[in-house]
Nanobody, 123 residues
Framework: QVQLVESGGGLVQPGGSLRLSCAASGRIFSVNVMGWYRQAPGKQRELVAVSTRGGSTNYADSVKGRFTISRDNAKNTVYLQMNKLKPEDTAVYYC?????????????????WGQGTQVTVSS
């Protein structure tokens, strides 16, 4: 079983910054894809940013230039630095991991979600 523990959400004024963290724990050796998604009230969950173990990243157009995803592979932890936040960034942010290594065996279909952390951008 894999657990994802998220932290770092909160209330921030427009133009402010927040940093989200998500640590994956359990009987895993490493993770291939780690990412962040968000869901605003009345909307579908959408991709924010993803990062592969090999170093590739992908961002939603709406956050490019403002958000930065990074990871610490030794700690199986992914971060999302959010700058220049806008009211439309308000949502519940979910961490996601996909493709897990248990020792030397790779399970590409293993996929887990965090519990979500609220980010509210408001004056």
């Amino acid at each position: 079983q894999v657990q994802l523990v998220e932290s770092g959400g909160g209330l921030v004024q427009p133009g402010g910054s927040l940093r989200l963290s998500c640590a994956a724990s359990g009987r895993i050796f490493s993770v291939n894809v780690m990412g962040w998604y968000r869901q605003a009230p009345g909307k579908q969950r959408e991709l924010v940013a993803v990062s592969t173990r090999g170093g590739s990243t992908n961002y939603a157009d709406s956050v490019k230039g403002r958000f930065t995803i990074s990871r610490d592979n030794a700690k199986n932890t992914v971060y999302l630095q959010m700058n220049k936040l806008k009211p439309e960034d308000t949502a519940v942010y979910y961490c996601n991991v996909e493709g897990l290594y248990y020792s030397s065996t790779y399970f590409p279909d293993e996929n887990y979600w965090g519990q979500g952390t609220q980010v509210t951008v408001s004056s």
